[in-house]
Antibody, heavy 120, light 110 residues
């Protein structure tokens, strides 16, 4: 089955680091960027950024310097990481596939989401 | 506050048509063809319905259609079905590596 599978829910304290993952098949990572979207509880969607090997990572200005996107195409896995979490990072984070040729907001496949809770 | 403005709610009876609007500015909707719409059922990931204003990905029923007039994009759902009850989000490229979303519209099928 063609899908993106994300790592499980995380409960962290402020100041801690975190790396969440998004694994797909060779198909999902071929001819596509991988993007991340944030959704705070009972709130709307926010575009974090997109990544592909061999291309500059494109971050939303709101997330530049706040998170790190990375990609390991040898194992079809993308990552989103924080070096020092804040309570305001509490949200669901989705990874999604962006096929080549589509613009940055046209994700055609999504992971199930990873709930990140930051609380002391 | 979201960059794009959507009505918080919309409703219609089965079989009817409903149009959801999304208002922006010349910096986003009015200045790009890269406007998209997503459907999100409660507790689920979003699903792409429309991209580049009017394009429908394979597998999306033609009951869903998109359009744009100046600074307002619209999503029309024809022949409403119970399964269409969900939240709908618009999104637009806004320049300078910026992609913005609307606050979402909750569609209720009466």
């Amino acid at each position: 089955e063609v899908q993106l599978v994300q790592s499980g829910a995380e409960l962290k304290k402020p100041g801690e680091s975190l790396k969440i993952s998004c694994q797909g098949s060779a198909f999902t990572f071929t001819n596509a960027w991988i993007g991340w979207v944030r959704q705070k509880p009972e709130r709307g969607l926010e575009w974090v950024g997109i990544i592909d090997l061999g291309s500059p990572i494109i971050h939303s200005p709101s997330f530049q310097g706040q998170v790190t996107l990375s990609l390991d195409k040898s194992i079809n896995t993308a990552y989103l990481q924080w070096s020092s979490l804040e309570a305001s990072d509490t949200a669901i984070y989705y990874c999604a596939r962006l096929p080549y040729g589509r613009w940055w907001n046209a994700f055609d496949m999504w992971g199930q989401g990873t709930m990140v809770t930051v609380s002391s | 506050q979201s960059a794009l403005t959507q009505p918080p709610s919309a409703s219609g009876s089965p079989g009817q048509s409903v149009t959801i609007t999304c208002t922006g500015t010349s910096s986003d909707i009015g200045g790009t063809k890269h406007v998209a719409w997503y459907q999100q059922h409660s507790g689920k990931a979003p699903r792409l319905l429309i991209y580049d204003v009017t394009e429908r990905p394979s597998g999306v029923p033609d009951r869903f259609s998109g359009s744009r007039s100046v600074y307002t994009a619209s999503l029309t759902v024809s022949g409403l079905q119970a399964e269409d009850e969900a939240k709908y989000y618009c999104t637009s490229y806004a320049g300078n590596n910026n992609v913005v979303f609307g606050g979402g519209t909750k569609l209720t099928v009466l």
